[in-house]
T-cell receptor
Framework: GDSVTQMEGPVTLSEEAFLTINCTYTATGYPSLFWYVQYPGEGLQLLLKATKADDKGSNKGFEATYRKETTSFHLEKGSVQVSDSAVYFCALPYSSASKIIFGSGTRLSIRP | DGGITQSPKYLFRKEGQNVTLSCEQNLNHDAMYWYRQDPGQGLRLIYYSQIVNDFQKGDIAEGYSVSREKKESFPLTVTSAQKNPTAFYLC???????????????FGEGSRLTVL
């Protein structure tokens, strides 16, 4: 069935470091792909999305490219800030229902 | 302000008690969802509803019940049959019946349930 696998955390980086959080998926067809972010004490919010292969989603300095060949949607940011500390979730829709599957989440902590 | 309101934010329950978590949205969204979040397991779907008076089980519905009598409200009851109810519960809604088109779910701030 459809599934999402993302790298386990926690990930701890220094401010201004380069960030990559890996996400791979298994799905029927070519679904849209999403990254959500959960800041401490809050619900999730959509960070970025890509609706077809080779699309690049971007927001707040984060980017992710939909790679059909490697079934991946890795999240990247060139220079992280302390305010980026949060939990990041990769997600995709079920192929046959109005539901979204979430990965297990990756906790990111940025040191000043 | 438009959004989703969950209450209570924190809730303590004794074993054997039922408890109801409230979720209200004023976004005029058709679809609403309940997720459970446990450390290291991400979000798991409990129930979802695409229209008033209709709802479907998600992946972990056992021990939970819901109702959808009004478009803006989707309360979740955690029953005594739920074996391990201590968790963070998130309610969400979407603009269309098929949230998969846009992927954009709007989430509340969550309710943390602790069973004593």
């Amino acid at each position: 069935g459809d599934s999402v696998t993302q790298m386990e955390g926690p990930v701890t980086l220094s401010e201004e470091a380069f960030l990559t959080i890996n996400c791979t998926y298994t799905a029927t067809g070519y679904p849209s792909l999403f990254w959500y972010v959960q800041y401490p004490g809050e619900g999730l919010q959509l960070l970025l999305k890509a609706t077809k292969a080779d699309d690049k989603g971007s927001n707040k300095g984060f980017e992710a490219t939909y790679r059909k060949e490697t079934t991946s949607f890795h999240l990247e940011k060139g220079s992280v800030q302390v305010s980026d500390s949060a939990v990041y979730f990769c997600a995709l829709p079920y192929s046959s229902a109005s539901k979204i599957i979430f990965g297990s989440g990756t906790r990111l902590s940025i040191r000043p | 302000d438009g959004g989703i309101t969950q209450s209570p934010k924190y809730l303590f329950r004794k074993e054997g008690q039922n408890v109801t978590l409230s979720c209200e949205q004023n976004l005029n969204h058709d679809a609403m969802y309940w997720y459970r979040q446990d450390p290291g397991q991400g979000l798991r779907l409990i129930y979802y509803s695409q229209i008033v008076n209709d709802f479907q089980k998600g992946d972990i519905a056992e021990g939970y019940s819901v109702s959808r009598e009004k478009k803006e409200s989707f309360p979740l009851t955690v029953t005594s049959a739920q074996k391990n109810p201590t968790a963070f519960y998130l309610c969400a809604s979407s603009t269309k019946r098929d949230a998969t088109n846009t992927g954009e779910l709007f989430f509340g701030e969550g309710s943390r349930l602790t069973v004593l």
